[in-house]
């Protein structure tokens, strides 16, 4: 049972000018949902801001409400040992899994990190990822 | 200097004996024409109801939605072993307007042309570089024509390669160049960079886009020639209806191949000499495709004063439009191609807002569109392939290169009652 380790990220189109990144936290901030993890990927003049929440559909619920486009994205979130070579032993086994990664973008906090990653099939590489051995923090613990 | 004296300076009496002659004559012609024997049953008219020039107000007008929906050979007045040309020109929504010319038609057009170099000094021994597209556009094969005609020494060199043109002008010698003033301008600031010469240059003709006495001063001053504006339009043949004189003030439009009305583009009633309105005109010469009362969209007025030339009533130099069509970089845009363009798209909203500018002297189309928040994947690439599919689009149907912003939904201005989508912030 891989379905625990899906993390519904939201995905969230922003323009790139001044002022729209506050809006984006602002909703956040009112919606009382908190950010565990925050990524923004830029392309001319527009981005895709990425954020892994505590209640999901909360914040889905008032972007939408406020006339954002977004959408869910499901990932996984990898738990990195907090020593050097943490990320390169987890990036070596994806590698060698030939999990290909679309995007990943690294977080830590307390006493370990994580690396959130996009690949195309989540569910097949989650069951790769725990038979090789690595952790998966599951989705109810989006409090890691 | 005269191509044609006698009808280029017909003038009174002598003008409108010949201008009914032509324009009974173009009537029967026009009753090939599906749409216009409609036109007539409908208006209670037929075409010996039409005995006097007044009696063409009786005629309804003819809009280039007309055209559009008479493509693409709707309009056609002779069988097609008579035609001997087809060019097309940008509609409103996708499809082009089609435009035919029989063998006469092309002699008469490159005839106009003739009058048009040859008035503002050009003749055998000029070289002549015809610095426009030669493909679908009327400015290419019919400018082309009309200096042959005249028997200039012609290079059809077209547009682009801006530092071999400059080359060829020197290297030739050229003393005529015919282009869009926006590609003159940047014509010169390039020779300029290259330090050319281009001292041999003693005409220049620029149409097809609207353009200023500044802009005029700065490219008599930096190209060393005399500036003239040409006007004309695909569904009147092409370039080479109106051309400015040596007096450069107003255009002759030639009154023997074109009858002339300024009308009030609300109300449509004719307005008198000295007002301003839009351009109304009846091709008498046309065989192919004939027109009535065409409006052309295009806002001037007939000057009241004699031009010291001798030649017939000028009009004023183009003032504006009475549509929503504009010319960028010389090319026809209506935003509803935009509109229409976009809407194949269903990765983007039905909102959208059109920029355009003047950067260096150059045209400059930005398109900003609302994304849908319905069809939005997430993914970041997803977006960059949909801005690049989206500048594909537009390239498609406008053949024009715009930028193109994606923006978020909700964010671009909502109207009410007719929406204002296009903000010209062109000085020219
Ligand atoms: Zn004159």
Known sequence: MTEKYIIKQLSIFSENKAGKLAAIAKIFLDTGVSIQAFNIAEANNFGVVRAIVDKPEIAFNEFAKQNYALQYTDVLAIKMKDVPGGLYEVANLLGGLGINIEYAYAFRTGAYGALIVKVTNPRAAAQKIIDAGLELLPAKDYNF | ?428
């Open chain 2, 1 to 428: 200097m005269f191509w044609n004296e006698k009808m280029e300076t017909l003038h009174g009496h002598a003008l409108e004996e010949l201008q009914l002659k032509r324009l009974k004559e173009t009537i029967s012609r026009t009753q090939n024409v599906g749409f216009y024997k409609k036109m007539f049953k409908d208006a209670g008219i037929t075409p010996s109801d039409i005995r006097s020039l007044d009696d063409l107000h009786k005629i309804p007008f003819t809009k280039k939605a007309d055209l559009r929906n008479g493509y693409p050979f709707g309009f056609l007045a002779v069988p097609m072993n008579q035609v001997n040309r087809i060019h097309t020109t940008s509609g409103t929504t996708g499809k082009p307007t089609v435009v035919a010319y029989t063998k006469n038609d092309l002699n008469t057009w490159s005839d106009l042309i003739a009058r048009n170099l040859t008035m503002v000094g050009l003749k055998a021994g000029d070289i002549f570089q015809n610095a426009s597209n030669y493909s679908l556009f009327t400015g290419g094969l019919g400018i082309h024509m009309g200096a042959e005609k005249i028997g200039c020494a012609v290079v059809p060199s077209g547009v682009g390669n801006t530092k071999r043109q400059i080359e060829m002008i020197q290297d030739f010698g050229v003393t005529g160049l015919h282009c869009t003033p926006s590609y003159a301008m940047h014509l010169t600031e390039v020779a300029e960079e290259m330090h050319a010469n281009l001292e041999s240059l003693k005409v220049g003709c620029f149409g097809a886009e609207a353009w200023s006495e500044n802009m005029r001063r700065d490219l008599q001053n930096r190209l060393g020639l005399k500036a003239y504006d040409s006007y004309g339009m695909s569904e009147l043949f092409g370039p080479g209806v109106a051309f400015e004189c040596p007096e450069q003030n107003g255009l002759h439009i030639w009154h023997d191949c074109y009858i002339v009305e300024i009308i009030d583009p609300k109300t449509g009633e004719n307005l008198g000499a000295g007002e301003k309105g839009e351009l109304v005109v009846t091709p008498i010469m046309k065989e192919a495709m004939p027109f009535l009362r065409y409006r052309t969209g295009d806002i001037t007025m007939l000057m009241e004063d004699e031009c010291p030339c001798g030649r017939g009533q000028k009009i004023a130099r183009l003032l504006g439009r009475s549509d929503d069509m504009l010319t960028i970089r010389g090319i026809n845009v209506f935003p509803s191609q935009i509109e229409h363009a976009l809407k194949n798209i269903p990765e983007v909203g039905d909102q959208f807002m059109v920029y355009v500018d003047r950067v260096n002297y150059q045209d400059e189309l930005t398109i900003e569109v609302e994304m849908n928040k319905n069809v939005f994947s997430g993914e970041l690439k997803d977006l960059s392939n949909l801005q690049t599919k989206i500048v594909k689009a537009l390239q498609d149907t406008l053949s024009l290169r715009a930028s193109v912003e994606l923006v978020e939904p909700g964010s671009l201005p909502r109207f009410e009652g007719k929406a204002k989508r296009v903000i010209d912030r062109r000085v020219i």
